[in-house]
């Protein structure tokens, strides 16, 4: 993934794409201080941009630090690299961590550093996935909001992800359900959750995982079909009760699920709709997104 050509903004300026290389004793590297944003463009215009920078801002500041580049700055740049790498269909990968300055836990005198990358990436779960993609559930749960800053897109918590989803595709399921601490549903490992039932949607409080910004767009979108949406406390066993399910997030977009653990669900018309209404809106210009969104 390191050897190829394009080009990767880095504090400022463009570099090529493998020359774009860290000193291997980054802090962010040894302590996790590095917080990242995930982000899609369609037709050109990358969708819910502001909401990604401010989240990446926030990400940083519940880590401690501030990213030395204003929000303008930051659209601007994932503009750039999009352009510089000739895209209009992209994933964009935006990171700021703590440099190579001093390596100790304590670490004020380090450097804030941001970067990023852009790549066509069609789907998280690839072309076959509007037939429904199969979740087992993750050895690891969710840390309690007291233990990690949970509300932030911080590398450090995506560790308990690639070691649930490792786990779940060690088991021939394609991603992982994770449970809360106190066991109950939270999400996959990287992106939100949604039940239909009885025609009405249901997804989990997002107390202790991201409140994510498909998730949102989508209990906007599903309002808008008069279809009513519940965030509340759910437990595992009221997953059965369920006609359909579906995962929200931005590389997964609106993705189908047909099973969770020995549990299988039928995609079925809410969440046909809901895959149309966001793929209608994510091609929409920035200006008619944030009309709907008002
Ligand atoms: N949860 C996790 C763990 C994620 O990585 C993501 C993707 N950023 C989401 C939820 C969904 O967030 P969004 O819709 O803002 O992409």
Redesign the pocket.
């Known amino acids: 993934f390191d050897d190829r050509d394009g080009m990767i903004w880095w504090d400022g300026e463009l570099r090529p794409w493998r020359d774009a290389k860290l000193h291997v004793l980054t802090h962010g590297l040894h302590y996790a201080s590095a917080v990242f ?2 982000e899609r463009s369609y037709g050109g215009n990358i969708f819910r941009l502001r909401d ?1 920078t401010n ?1 990446l801002i926030q990400s940083g500041k519940l880590l401690g630090f501030d990213i030395p580049f204003s929000a303008d700055a930051i659209d601007a740049a994932c503009n750039e690299v999009l352009k510089a790498n000739g895209l209009t269909d992209a994933y964009i990968r935006p990171i700021a961590w703590r440099g190579s300055e001093m390596l100790a836990v304590s670490a004020q005198q380090t450097k804030i550093h941001l970067a990023i990358a852009a790549w066509p990436w069609p789907n998280l779960f690839g072309n076959d996935r509007m037939k429904g993609i199969t979740l087992g559930m993750a050895p690891w749960r969710r840390p309690d909001p007291r233990t990690a800053p949970t509300a932030s ?1 911080a590398a450090g ?2 560790m308990i ?1 690639t070691l649930s989803k490792h786990a779940a595709e060690a088991e021939g399921f394609n991603d992982a359900l994770m449970l809360t601490l106190d066991g109950h549903v939270a ?6 959750i949604f039940f239909a039932i009885d025609g009405e949607l249901h997804t989990p409080t997002p107390d202790c ?2 409140d ?4 949102r ?1 989508v209990m906007a979108l599903a309002r808008a079909r008069q279809i009513p949406v519940h965030e509340r406390h759910i437990k595992p066993e009221e997953m059965a009760k369920a006609s359909e399910v579906f995962l ?4 997964a977009e609106v993705t189908p699920v047909r099973q969770i653990g020995e549990l299988t669900f039928t995609p079925g018309k809410i969440t046909e709709t809901l895959i149309a209404d966001y793929t209608a809106l994510v091609h929409m210009s920035p200006e008619e997104v944030a009309k709907r969104a008002a």
């Open positions: 944003e995930g990604h989240r897109k918590l995506y992800g999400e996959a490992t990287g992106a939100n995982f991201l994510g910004i498909t998730r767009t929200a997030g931005t590389a």
